[in-house]
């Protein structure tokens, strides 16, 4: 894996967090994981998971965030 392969990987990682665990919009959620736009974030995870980040949003929003808080504002 090269270096710039790990970062993307960490920053979806954050994004997919983020759906998860807040209601941000999607492009606030692109932002704060460092992938910059909600587009980036609509085609990375299009490319690595197989769905937009609403359809991950939905799939994944019943899951408590990665503290086993329930999902909150932020």
């Keep these: 894996m090269t270096p710039f392969q790990w970062l993307l990987q960490q920053r979806l990682l954050r994004a997919r ?6 209601r941000l919009t999607v492009d606030q959620a692109a932002a704060r994981s460092g992938l910059g736009s909600g587009e980036s974030l609509r085609q990375h995870l299009s490319r690595h998971m197989g769905m937009t980040p609403p359809a991950y949003r939905d799939a994944f929003t019943h899951r408590r965030n990665v503290r086993g808080r329930p999902v ?3």
């Design 17 to 22: 967090e983020l759906l998860e665990a807040t």
């Design 72 to 74: 909150t504002e932020q």
